[in-house]
């Protein structure tokens, strides 16, 4: 790792507590961080053991780690959070009403952040690896991060000893212009470089610099189980299946898999995919452990995403051999990385998950019973409504084999019949399209439900269709049937 001269360039460091005496009781404050990894910690947990009244509204790029979104919620400080959340927590405060939460999808935050639709931040708080008096190199993560040190008032950076300064080497940062005048985003290959490593700012605006040696609160990610393996092995074979037939597929495929277990679960469990001699590329979002390993065993060849979400092995991993990784791994901004006209161009075969999805092809990837949000939408609807291909894939049940998760009627929808292409349980897989809402019933019960709950299934469509119409539904029964 570099010296501490080669991190803090021409500016005075404070300590946490005198930095978080510039943040206003009531201050909106912008946050670095996604995957949780790349997020402020020092600060935030100068604010939670302050003793102030605080009442603050949190905007981050995506998920954070506890000293945000445990400590200060323990602390009664946050009022609002923007607009995905992680931690138990602040999940417990959105469903209890405490937080006022507000769900969004992550390619639209920036701009909303820089086109006054959500609060306009007070004060950027960032993690970075280096910082001048004008410019910022972040670290784990990039995520909403250009746009909210660029629309804030004040900035307050961390500089983290811990990570590498060596990061620079994978940040590439493009803003976007606003519209109407914008131009198209100029990246025209998954791995290709269209900014640099620096986040710059109006040196009016640096308020405070902190220096910290803490790594955070990162992702935990169990190992696959053996339906995870099965999962996996109907995409590879769906997958291997489909590049065959469609022309787009003769060179390259290019992936993106959502956050998490599953999504990391499916990446690690992906490397029996035969897809000839094609290239086999990822555009998504974030960089997980599975995806090291399939970089390390040339099954990937480049990756794409804005935020490096690894575990703290991952983490040592990436930084032991960084110089390595620097060759095909980009992490950029959130709205390039999720832009939906950059998603589309790459042609992005999209697999994302699902708590649950209905006979007709509608999903619930948030709110437990339509009612409890667990995290929030995340990309997940970027890339369902603008890849290429669309896959859901989700265990066919839940708690032990009691709860089907496909369902009659999802009780509350985020991605519709339109956006969802492919579904894929352990039990194989739906090709939804081109199918009318009978014909996609039908090949979900038949390929992707639990067998114990085929027949009950069947029994609910069979009635529904009593009643007639496009889409038909028993809707006196349509909620009941799982708590039956």
């Known amino acids: 790792m570099n010296g501490s001269a080669d991190r803090v360039d021409g500016v005075e460091t404070m300590s946490a507590a005198a930095a978080a005496d510039e943040i206003p009781d009531d201050a909106t404050i912008g946050v670095s961080g996604f995957g949780s990894v790349g997020y402020p910690k020092a600060v935030p947990l100068a604010l939670a053991e302050s003793g102030r ?4 509204t949190i905007i981050s790029g995506g998920s954070v780690g ?6 200060l919620v323990e602390a009664d400080a946050i009022s609002r959070r923007f607009p995905y959340q992680a931690r138990s927590e602040s999940r417990a405060g959105a469903n209890d009403g405490t937080i006022a939460f507000h769900d ?5 935050v920036s701009d ?11 004060v950027a708080l960032v993690e970075a690896v280096a910082v001048g008096e004008d410019w910022l190199i972040p670290s784990l993560s990039i995520g909403a991060t250009p746009a909210v040190v660029e629309a804030a008032d004040k900035v307050i950076v961390e500089v983290n000893d811990e990570i590498p300064t060596e990061l620079r080497e994978v940040h590439d940062v493009y803003r976007p212009d606003a519209p109407p005048n914008r131009e198209p985003i100029p990246l025209t290959e998954p791995a290709g470089r269209i900014g640099g490593p620096e986040i710059e700012f109006d040196p009016e605006k640096l308020a405070a610099v902190v220096r910290t040696s803490r790594r955070g609160t990162p992702y935990q990610f169990r190992e696959p189980t053996d339906r995870d393996e099965q999962i996996a092995a109907n995409l590879a074979g769906f997958l291997a299946e489909e590049v065959e037939e469609n022309d787009v597929f003769d060179e390259e495929l290019r992936l993106q898999f959502g956050v998490g277990n599953i999504g ?8 029996d995919l035969d ?6 590329v990822y555009f998504g979002e974030v960089v997980q452990d599975g995806l090291l390993d399939m ?33 095909s791994v980009v992490v950029r901004p959130a709205d390039v990385s999720n832009a939906p006209e950059v998603i589309a161009r790459m042609g992005v075969v999209g697999v994302n998950s699902a708590l649950e999805v209905d006979v007709y092809g509608h999903a619930n990837s948030t709110h437990v019973g339509g009612t409890r949000v667990v995290n929030g939408i995340g990309g997940s609807g970027d890339f369902n409504r603008n890849s290429l291909l669309s896959v859901t894939a989700l265990p066919s049940t839940a708690k032990d084999g009691e709860i089907s998760r496909i369902v009659p009627m999802v009780p509350h929808v985020d991605h ?14 739906a090709d939804l399209r081109g199918l009318s809402p009978r014909e996609r019933a039908d090949e979900l019960v038949s390929e992707c439900a639990d067998p114990s709950f085929r027949d009950d299934l069947r029994s609910y469509l069979e009635r529904a269709e009593e009643a007639g119409g496009h889409v038909p539904h028993d809707l006196d029964r349509a909620f009941s049937w799982t708590d039956n």
């Open 53 to 56: 009244d605080l009442e603050l």
């Open 416 to 429: 519709t019949e339109h956006e969802l292409g492919i579904v894929v349980t352990e039990h194989g897989v």
């Open 104 to 108: 969004r999808h992550i390619s639209r």
């Open 264 to 271: 990391n679960a499916l990446m690690g469990a992906l490397s």
């Open 112 to 122: 909303e952040v820089a086109l006054g639709q959500l609060p306009t931040p007070d």
């Open 66 to 71: 506890e000293e945000i979104d445990t400590a």
């Open 275 to 280: 897809v000839g001699d094609r290239d086999i």
């Open 295 to 327: 970089l390390d065993d040339g099954i990937v060849s480049a990756a794409s995403g804005t935020s490096l979400a690894l575990s703290e092995d991952g983490q040592e991993q990436f930084f032991e051999n960084i110089d390595t990784y620097a060759e």
